[in-house]
């Protein structure tokens, strides 16, 4: 059997352990959790049924109780699943989702009210009651019984006069005790075998509230001919039929395979019982059905630590390919791995933590830029004055450099030659001064 964890929301199936899958599902805003069970798979697919929900009325008036069918798709990698038209499971026998129940919860059930009294007095500041019979107490937390008497004010009525009174005598009916047991009851007896008696106090009471006999109520006069025999003070009854429940199943694996250190989440074990007999007539509600307990830490391994291995960006190519510069996307490769695994192996995304870096990464090819520059300066003076090899110079300036592989930049500096200038000089000797 293959265990599953079913979330609605994302439609991913997790494991949690191997007696049930637990269904995630959002009703009122509230978010609830309701336990599945998984049929034989075939091949990669199998109908998931929840535990049957409360026996109640149904529409055509039978007792039953309704569950919830699902058909789920085992992917990889292995114990992960998604939710999948019917159509996958139609090869397996499908779970019914209506069963039949022999008990269902029902609502007390009273006679009518018995027509009003006469009024206790002929004149005003009189009263009146009505009363009714319990017929059947509720069933499985049916609805509760209201009060089995009603008194309410006579109206219009003249004020009293001494000499106008005339007693009046009603029954006055308490509300019945709980259901007590008469004989012992053997041990095999079945709930509705479980017969007891129940009591409640009649009374014969005058205008005033005042008790008196009850031969003041079983002869008095009536105009309506009504009943004037004793209310019943006894009546069988079934005794109460506490919920009974099965010894506790074995506690189910740990929530979590593996304990992460410093984390306060440390999964739970669990265990479940069912209800073999429901409450009836007003017995004890059925204790808890599920219990978990924290795991211990000591007896599961320590969770691999995993994180985001990427690689380095690739270079960037242009998103504009009939381009030769411009925007473009850089990408790298990003995974999850287990942090001490050399080799940098790939593992499932789910595993690591935190935001996933971005495999993607804009860029600019930038155009090439040529060499820009100024004009020629005008010609410096000759290097030298008179004779041979003297040059001028001139320059220019660069105004842009070049970049991205553009053109380089022709020469800056240009010289030429000068014109020749014949060296002439004075000298003096004894001859006197002689110019050459």
């Known amino acids: 059997m293959i265990c599953v964890y079913f979330f609605i929301l994302i439609n991913i199936l997790i494991p949690i352990s191997c007696s049930d899958i637990r269904l995630i599902k959002t009703i009122n805003n509230d978010v609830v959790s309701v336990l599945f069970n998984i049929t034989s798979k075939a091949q990669d ?3 998931a049924y929840q535990y049957w929900d409360q026996c109640t009325l149904q529409a055509d008036h039978n007792c039953g109780q309704m569950r919830e069918i699902a058909c789920i798709n085992f992917g990889k990698p292995e114990h992960y699943a998604t939710l999948v038209s019917p159509e996958y499971c139609k090869k397996i026998q499908k779970p019914t989702s209506y069963g039949n129940c022999k008990i269902c919860s029902q609502d007390c059930v009273m006679t009518t009210w018995t027509r009003w009294s006469q009024c206790s007095k002929t004149c005003n500041a009189a009263v009146r009651y009505r009363t009714r019979t319990l017929v059947q107490e509720p069933v499985n937390d049916g609805k509760g019984c209201g009060s089995l008497s009603e008194i309410e004010d006579c109206k219009g009525l003249p004020e009293c006069v001494d000499d106008h009174i005339i007693t009046i005598y009603e029954w006055k009916i308490n509300e019945w005790t709980s259901c007590r047991e008469t004989k012992p ?3 095999d007896a079945g709930c509705s075998e479980q017969i007891g008696e129940r009591l409640r106090q ?16 079983l002869y008095r006069l009536s105009d309506d001919k009504s009943d004037n025999s004793m209310p019943a003070e006894r009546e069988f009854c079934h005794l109460p039929c506490d919920c009974k429940v099965s010894a506790w199943k074995p506690f189910s694996n740990c929530t979590k395979p593996c304990y992460t250190v410093g984390s306060s989440d440390t999964g739970v074990i669990r265990r479940t019982r069912e209800i073999t007999e429901f409450p009836r007539f007003g017995g004890d509600t059925c204790p808890h ?5 924290p795991c211990d830490v000591s007896t599961l391994e320590l969770c691999p630590e995993y994180t985001w291995h990427a690689f380095v960006w690739n270079e960037c190519r242009l998103t504009d390919k009939s381009k030769s510069c411009g925007p473009g996307v850089s990408r790298r490769q990003v995974y999850c791995t287990r942090a001490d695994d050399e080799e940098r192996r790939e593992v ?9 870096p971005s495999n993607r990464l804009a860029c600019q090819l930038n155009c090439p830029i040529d060499c820009q520059l100024g004009e020629w300066e005008n010609w410096s003076p000759c290097t030298k004055s008179c004779g041979a090899g003297g040059v001028h110079i001139r320059t220019r300036k660069v105004l842009v450099e070049p970049q991205y592989e553009g053109s380089e930049c022709d020469a800056t500096m240009d010289y030429k030659e000068c014109l020749l200038v014949n060296c002439s000089w004075w000298y003096s000797g004894k001859e006197g001064v002689i110019l050459e």
């Open 185 to 187: 009851i053997p041990l």
């Open 289 to 293: 059905l599920v219990e978990e307990e």
């Open 348 to 356: 499932n995304e789910h595993h690591c933590t935190g935001i996933k």
């Open 202 to 217: 009649v009374e014969c009471v005058d205008s005033h509230g005042q008790s008196v006999s009850v031969d003041n109520c």
């Open 45 to 47: 697919t199998a109908w």
